[in-house]
């Protein structure tokens, strides 16, 4: 069942709909909520209150084909509250991408990917999360992070260029 049929459903009152929708989504935003705030039980707390936010707003929402980057949206404005930092400004455009994906792919030691996003900047770090875990397309990046999509691409471009020079492979 895709997104669009169990958000009809819910909104007949579907109980075992709604518990899919949770299903299929908490774990990612979890781990964004996670990445975001650094703490495992904020994120928690954070990731739930996403839900309930996305439930109260579901009779409001306009099925467009874009519901996991509404639920993305819902959960880094909240964990945005939580941290209190304002977005900070975007980063120039580029060209690229693609071979510093394989950069990204090619790091295989957990650890090691850990440090490296915990030392980029936080406007970086969300989008590498959202491009590469979460595998948003860069469309759907813009829209959860309210910057456009050349500077979605950008700043998944600073952060790969960072993360290279960091573990000198630049």
């Given at each position: 069942?895709?997104?669009?049929?169990?958000?009809?459903?819910?909104?007949?009152?579907?109980?075992?709909?709604?518990?899919?929708?949770?299903?299929?989504?908490?774990?990612?935003?979890?781990?964004?909520?996670?990445?975001?705030?650094g703490n495992v039980e904020i994120a928690k707390d954070l990731a739930q209150e996403t839900f309930i936010?996305?439930?109260?707003?579901?009779?409001?929402?306009?099925?467009?084909?874009?519901?996991?980057?509404?639920?993305?949206?819902?959960?880094?404005?909240?964990?945005?509250r939580e941290s209190g930092k304002p977005a900070l400004a975007p980063l120039e455009d580029t060209e690229?991408?693609?071979?510093?994906?394989?950069?990204?792919?090619?790091?295989?030691?957990?650890?090691?990917?850990?440090?490296?996003?915990?030392?980029?900047?936080?406007?970086?770090?969300?989008?590498?999360?959202?491009?590469?875990?979460?595998?948003?397309?860069?469309?759907?990046?813009?829209?959860?992070?309210?910057?456009?999509?050349?500077?979605?691409?950008?700043?998944?471009?600073?952060?790969?260029?960072?993360?290279?020079?960091?573990?000198?492979?630049?």
């Amino acid at each position: 069942m895709n997104d669009e049929q169990l958000i009809s459903r819910i909104r007949q009152g579907d109980e075992a709909a709604a518990e899919e929708l949770v299903h299929r989504y908490h774990p990612a935003i979890l781990r964004f909520c996670a990445s975001r705030c650094g703490n495992v039980e904020i994120a928690k707390d954070l990731a739930q209150e996403t839900f309930i936010q996305l439930f109260e707003a579901l009779p409001n929402y306009r099925e467009e084909g874009r519901l996991r980057a509404y639920i993305f949206i819902i959960a880094r404005r909240l964990c945005g509250r939580e941290s209190g930092k304002p977005a900070l400004a975007p980063l120039e455009d580029t060209e690229q991408l693609a071979d510093q994906r394989d950069m990204f792919r090619q790091i295989e030691d957990r650890d090691q990917v850990r440090r490296l996003l915990e030392g980029l900047p936080p406007e970086q770090r969300e989008v590498v999360v959202l491009r590469f875990v979460e595998r948003l397309s860069y469309r759907d990046i813009a829209k959860v992070t309210g910057c456009n999509m050349r500077t979605a691409q950008s700043r998944v471009r600073m952060a790969l260029k960072n993360m290279r020079k960091e573990s000198g492979h630049e």
